[in-house]
């Protein structure tokens, strides 16, 4: 199968966006980053991709504020950009803005995101504070497909990672980040094989399957 275009999301520093450029590089992921899209300018994961010859666009959502429905009109400016690069697979990576119909339903079981703990334990904001004041013993991190609900699509791998005694947020962030690193370009990878089959709630990862576009 070709190599899958990918269109990466996101708001800051970029470090799971690095962890997917690194796999594509050393041939663990059959796939190439066709744009890098960002919703903040200054945003560190466009620098990462620049680095790398890697188009990147910054779409400014306060261009798109004074239209009636500013979310659904922006994520049609970003869902054009997707389009015109030609992306296959849309992968929110520390994209910190909340994705509308506009862009789920044109990239249908084609969207994934990475959250920081065990889902559906603590989605949502600061995922790592919310399981540290809960006083779990076990978090981690969680690739899922998106769906309308926030952090409540199909899950298809996760990482369990234990909470220490003397754990701060600084502390597990990174030991969870660690993860995430691993899980997101194998998960990638398992749809770039067409392993990837959404069942309801569940994702199945079969034999193979042809990938649909
Ligand atoms: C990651 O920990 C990611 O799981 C989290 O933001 C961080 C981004 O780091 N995402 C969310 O909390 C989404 N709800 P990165 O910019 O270095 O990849």
Redesign the pocket.
Known sequence: MAPVALGVL????????QSIIDAIESDRLDAHIAVVVSNKRDAF?LDRARSHGIKTVFLDPKSYKEQSNSREAYDRAVLDVLQVHGVELVI?????KIVTSVLIDAYEGRTM????SLLPSFP??A?QRQALDWGAKVSG?TVHFVTEGV?EGPIILQASVPILEDDTVETL?VR??EH?HRIYPEAIQLYAEGRLAIDGRRTRIVESVKREV
Do not use: T
């Open positions: 996101v708001s800051g520093r970029g470090s799971n966006l994961g929110l990576a520390g994209y910190m995101n990475i959250h920081p949502g904001l995922a991190c952090d962030s969870i980040l995430e």
